[in-house]
């Protein structure tokens, strides 16, 4: 199977500052990546799609330069939350579909990352 | 845009009984996949089911099966024999190549012993 880990887990916050969340293609290369938001009893939401080496797409809403995404190469793609704030406290995951895939359509997913931002 | 619809917030089962989540989605494309998920409490993604829309026969993953029925955008699930480890939240999901998944709302599955 194709394994997607990201990191990190959980992480806490203070208002203002700063968060990266990674998110790595183990043993496949991920043309696309993409990063979705759950609030509490909701369901996910696109955030925004990556594409390795270019400017990511961001969806209606998203505000491109407080969520910063970097998709520096064909394994990793990162998110960055910049001057997070307490409304931004959500569990982010990501998704990558892998290069190739033979018309699957599967997405993999990474395990999810739960921010809090006091 | 493509909507998925899941019309039941929560639904029970007793185990070892059937239960059957409802799903219906709109497009007007005619190759996409489909795709049920589990989100456990942990919340990490499971793949339960992927169909094809091209593939008119329904996908089955041995407890599991879906009813697709392409003319009236509906994509139900089929568990059977349901344990207490099913229960979560599914999800519905709508894909075509190259986009994202776009989800339903999700429906809760109570187990009951």
């Known amino acids: 199977g194709a394994v997607v880990s990201q990191h990190p887990s959980w992480v806490i916050c203070k208002s203002g500052t700063s968060v990266k969340i990674e998110c790595r293609s183990l043993?496949?290369?991920?043309?696309?990546m993409f990063w979705y938001r759950q609030f509490p009893k909701q369901s996910l939401m696109l955030m925004a799609t990556?594409?390795?080496?270019?400017?990511?797409?961001?969806e209606q809403g998203v505000e491109k330069d407080k969520f910063l995404i970097n998709h520096a190469s064909l394994t990793l793609s990162t998110l960055t939350v910049t001057s997070a704030h307490p409304e931004d406290s959500s569990f982010y995951i990501c998704?990558?579909?892998?290069?190739?895939?033979?018309?699957?359509?599967?997405?993999?997913f990474g395990e999810g990352s739960r921010l809090t931002v006091l | 845009a493509q909507t998925v619809t899941q019309s039941q917030p929560e639904m029970s089962v007793q185990e070892a009984e059937t239960v059957t989540l409802s799903c219906t989605y709109d497009?007007?494309?005619?190759?996409?996949?489909l795709f049920w998920y589990k989100q456990p409490p942990s919340r990490q993604m499971i793949l339960v089911i992927r169909?094809?829309?091209?593939?008119?026969q329904n996908a089955t993953e041995n407890r599991f099966s879906v009813n697709f029925q392409k003319a009236a955008k509906s994509f139900s699930l089929k568990i059977s024999d349901s344990q207490l480890g099913d229960a979560a939240m599914y999800f519905c999901?709508?894909?075509?190549?190259?986009?994202?998944?776009?989800f339903g709302k999700g429906t809760s599955l109570l187990v009951t012993p």
């Open positions: 998704s990558a579909e892998r290069g190739g895939s033979g018309g699957t359509g599967e997405l993999f």
């Open positions: 043993d496949f290369q991920a043309t696309t």
């Open positions: 990556s594409n390795e080496g270019s400017k990511a797409t961001y």
């Open positions: 497009t007007s494309e005619s190759d996409y996949y």
């Open positions: 169909q094809e829309a091209y593939k008119q």
């Open positions: 999901a709508y894909r075509r190549s190259g986009y994202a998944l776009n």
